[in-house]
C-alpha cells in the first residue's frame, strides 16, 4: 500500500478515464486508503470494446482481454463504483460532476503517440473534448482539484540528459501538442476562475495488466515467445521508466496535498536508463533470447532524465521502484500468471513509449 502523506479517508473522488492501466491501479490504492472511489469511463480506447473492433488490436485480444477483465472484476470487488461516460458530452460530464467530488482525476486520452498520429481526430475527440468539458464545469469549483495527466513528450527532444518543470517545452507530435496545450490552458483559466488544478508528467509507464504495448511490455511478451528482441533506436538511448506503483503515489499526492495547487510536477522515477539494460534484465529469466538494434523509426521524442525534485520537496513525493527492482516484480507478474494460464503472443510491433 502507498504510504499516505495525506488524508483520503472517506474523500470522494472521480476518475474520469478510470478503467485504463493507470486509472485502475490508481482507484484500487485510493479504495484501500478508505477513499469512495467512481471510475467514468467510455471504454473506446485499451478497452474490450476495442478489442474486439480495432483491426490493430488483434494481436493477442485473449490475452488482453484476461487482463481486461481482471481490471473490471478488481474495481468490482473492491467497492469501486463504476459508471459508463461519454466525457466528450458536455451534458453527461456535467450531469456527473454535479454530484460534488473532492479530487477529480483526468485520464481520458487517446494514451499512444504513435495512434495519436495516425488517427488525430481520434485523439482530439478523446482527449481535448473531455478536458474543455471538465476545465469548464470545474472552473467555478474551487474545493475540486482536479488532477491532469499529461506526458514527458512534451518536452519533445531533450537537449541535456535531464530536465525539470523550468524547461522549455517543445512538445513532439499531435499528443504532446495537445497535452502542453491542455496545460497552457489550466494555467490561464486558473488565473481568471475558481479552477484548483494539478498536472501530472510521467515517463514510460510499466507495470501489472497494462496493454499498451510500451517497450516494457514488448519486449517482455517477445521473450516470453522466445522471439528476438528488436529495438528500433540508438543502443544508448534511456528513458526514465517509472513503475505504476510509484505514478500511484504521486497522483495521490497530487490530488490532496494542499501545495500541489496550481503546479505542474515531474512524477517518475527520476533516473534515466538505457532502454536496453530491459534485456538485461529478462536475460535472467529467458537466458537464450537475442537483440536486435535496427534504425530508429518512432513517434516519441529522444528523452531522458524528469527530474522529481520538485515533488519530492514540495509535496513528498518518494519513488521506491527503480527499473531493477519494479521491472523484475513486473516479469514474475507474467511469470507467475503463465503458471495459471497459457499464455501465448503473437509478433507485436514496438514503440518507445
Not at 490530488?255 to 536496453?276: K, M, Y
Request: glycine share 6%.
Amino acid at each position: 500500500m502507498t504510504k499516505s502523506y495525506v488524508e483520503v479517508k472517506n474523500k470522494r473522488v472521480l476518475l474520469i478515464g478510470g478503467a485504463g492501466f493507470i486509472g485502475h491501479n490508481l482507484a484500487l490504492e485510493l479504495r484501500a486508503l478508505g477513499a469512495e472511489v467512481t471510475v467514468a469511463d467510455g471504454f473506446h480506447v485499451n478497452s474490450l470494446l476495442n478489442l474486439a473492433t480495432e483491426p490493430d488490436e488483434s494481436q493477442d485480444m485473449f490475452i488482453y482481454q484476461d487482463f481486461l477483465y481482471e481490471r473490471i472484476n478488481l474495481l468490482r470487488t473492491s467497492g469501486v463504483n463504476l459508471v459508463i461516460l461519454d466525457a466528450a458530452n458536455r451534458y453527461e460530464v456535467g450531469k456527473l460532476l454535479s454530484q460534488g467530488f473532492d479530487v477529480v482525476y483526468l485520464l481520458a486520452a487517446v494514451s499512444h503517440a504513435s495512434r495519436s498520429n495516425l488517427r488525430p481526430v481520434l485523439a482530439i475527440e478523446n482527449g481535448l473534448m473531455p478536458f474543455t468539458n471538465v476545465v469548464t464545469e470545474l472552473s467555478t469549483h474551487s474545493n475540486t482539484r482536479l488532477v491532469y495527466m499529461s506526458s514527458s513528450t512534451v518536452y519533445g527532444h531533450f537537449t541535456k540528459d535531464a530536465v525539470d518543470e523550468n524547461d522549455s517545452c517543445k512538445p513532439y507530435g499531435i499528443y504532446a501538442l495537445l497535452k502542453h496545450v491542455s496545460e497552457q490552458i489550466l494555467e490561464e483559466t486558473a488565473l481568471y476562475s475558481e479552477l484548483n488544478f494539478s498536472v501530472v508528467r510521467p515517463s514510460a509507464l510499466y507495470g501489472e495488466r497494462c496493454i499498451s504495448r510500451r517497450v516494457s511490455q514488448i519486449f517482455l511478451e517477445n521473450a516470453f515467445a522466445g522471439r528476438d528482441l528488436i529495438f528500433m533506436g540508438d543502443e544508448n538511448e534511456k528513458l526514465d521508466f517509472t513503475y505504476i506503483r510509484d505514478l500511484v503515489q504521486g497522483l495521490i499526492l497530487c490530488g490532496f496535498h494542499p501545495r500541489a495547487q496550481s503546479e505542474i510536477f515531474n512524477i517518475t522515477f527520476g533516473d534515466a536508463q538505457p532502454v536496453l539494460r530491459l534485456c538485461d534484465i529478462l536475460k535472467d529469466f529467458f537466458p537464450n533470447i537475442d537483440v536486435q538494434v535496427k534504425e530508429r523509426n518512432q513517434a516519441t521524442p529522444i528523452r531522458g532524465t524528469l527530474l522529481n525534485d520538485k515533488a519530492r520537496e514540495l509535496i513528498g513525493f518518494s519513488p521506491e521502484w527503480s527499473l531493477e527492482r519494479g521491472y523484475r516484480n513486473y516479469i514474475n507478474w507474467y511469470v507467475n500468471r503463465s503458471k495459471q494460464q497459457k499464455m501465448i503472443f503473437n509478433s507485436i510491433s514496438q514503440f518507445n513509449e
